[in-house]
């Protein structure tokens, strides 16, 4: 059996070990050091100034939208745009906060929102910002999407919980935004189990992330910020100051065992994108051997496709029926394309916000795409196994 995922960590046996002692000698297992030398080895690897980690990707979308809604910088109404092929913790978090959202059309080639579906959303409902999914470790032409977004104002915000270590034009997706998110669950590029991070270059909107991420209250802020934040709200009593709450937060935590899982891993990055990278191309000769049956994938403008997943989307229900059948029955564990098509999913379809049939696009990647694993614990057998059973 050919699984969607095969361990929980790459190198498990050596990270095991290290957690289990780990454990063994820590005083301390909630969020605390470890958490810390997590986000600053993170943000150092990212090539991005902060990074905060939280309990999942989820969270980490959940807090990023609830942050900029405390800043003021996003407000009740406003519209969010988003790519409709994403995971459903992309768009609930937005309107858990009364914000409004605005599914976009994805490009066939490539999963993603491109410029011109941004522009043509934008035209029919204009955005005070985009959500942008990079799915599958690729993306449309998002320097354009950056232009785009910059000229019209419309804020861009990155989910980057699928595509860490991909790259385009010597820039890692996740840094064309004022912020983007990462997901670190078992299934994903790096495992901390589960958890998440924001990563941004705003001071501001960090420390309010960290506010979020804990109560609302000071605590994981420096000196000089509880200061300026204790006379602001005139809490001169440090008995009450470690308990005051100052904004609207949650627990969205990790411990130091995510903290631990992930700063012991983050030197392996780049030998597991490589290899993902490496089955990625391989995997991609399915598509390429069949012009015929399969939608082509076009990477080239990019400098590094890192995915943990293969998507193939078939031209029609006979080859989608036909292909499922034979990976099913050859024991290679597939699903959808992420989420599929959220327009197709019934927690929006209640919403009623109108019709987006015209989205043919992410229709058709609903309808006859599906997805098995690409991790960097495939051996070149399971690679050439699968790629051998469409020749
Ligand atoms: C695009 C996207 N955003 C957010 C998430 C949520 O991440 P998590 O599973 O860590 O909550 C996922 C999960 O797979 C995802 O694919």
Request: charge should be negative.
């Amino acid at each position: 059996m050919i699984k969607l995922i095969k361990n929980t960590f790459y190198r498990e046996e050596d990270t095991k070990s290290k957690l289990i002692e780990f454990i063994r000698g820590a005083k301390i297992l909630s969020m605390n050091k470890e958490v810390l030398k997590f986000e600053h080895d993170f943000a150092a690897y990212q090539g991005r100034q902060y990074c905060t980690m939280f309990n999942s990707g989820s969270s980490a979308n959940l807090a990023l939208m609830q942050a900029l809604v405390n800043l003021g910088r996003l407000k009740r109404n406003d519209t969010v745009g988003f790519s409709s092929l994403t995971w459903v913790t992309n768009v609930t978090p937005m309107l858990q906060l009364g914000l409004n959202i605005y599914p976009l059309e994805v490009e066939l080639n490539n999963l993603n929102v491109s410029q011109r579906y941004l522009a043509q959303g934008h035209t029919q409902q204009p955005l005070q910002a985009l959500f942008l999914t990079n799915l599958l470790g690729f993306c449309a032409d998002i320097d354009a999407i950056a232009k785009y977004c910059q000229a019209n104002n419309i804020m861009l915000l990155e989910d980057n919980c699928e595509s860490l270590g991909s790259a385009i034009a010597g820039k890692k997706l996740g840094n064309f935004g004022l912020a983007s998110t990462y997901s670190f669950y078992v299934a994903h590029h790096l495992s901390t189990i589960e958890g998440g991070a924001v990563c941004t270059d705003d001071a501001e909107l960090d420390e309010m992330l960290r506010m979020v991420r804990a109560h609302g209250w000071d605590r994981n802020l420096s000196a000089d910020r509880q200061q300026v934040i204790r006379q602001t709200n005139r809490v001169a009593d440090s008995f009450y100051a470690q308990y005051t709450f100052y904004t609207l937060g949650y627990n969205l935590r990790p411990t130091e065992i995510n903290g631990f899982l992930g700063h012991t891993q983050i030197p392996y990055l780049p030998e597991m994108v490589a290899r993902r990278q490496a089955n990625f191309k391989r995997f991609m000769t399915i598509v390429e051997n069949h012009p015929d049956q399969f939608e082509a994938l076009k990477f080239d403008h990019m400098d590094v496709v890192s995915n943990f997943a293969m998507p193939i989307v078939c031209k029609t229900k006979e080859i989608f029926d036909q292909s499922t059948k034979l990976l099913m029955e050859n024991g290679v564990e597939i699903r959808p394309i992420v989420g599929g098509s959220m327009i197709e999913q019934p927690f929006f379809q209640n919403l009623q916000l109108g019709d987006f049939s015209s989205l043919h696009n992410a229709h058709h990647i609903h309808a006859h795409g599906f997805y098995f694993g690409n991790h960097a614990d495939l051996t070149d057998e399971e690679v050439n196994f699968v790629v051998n059973l469409f020749k």
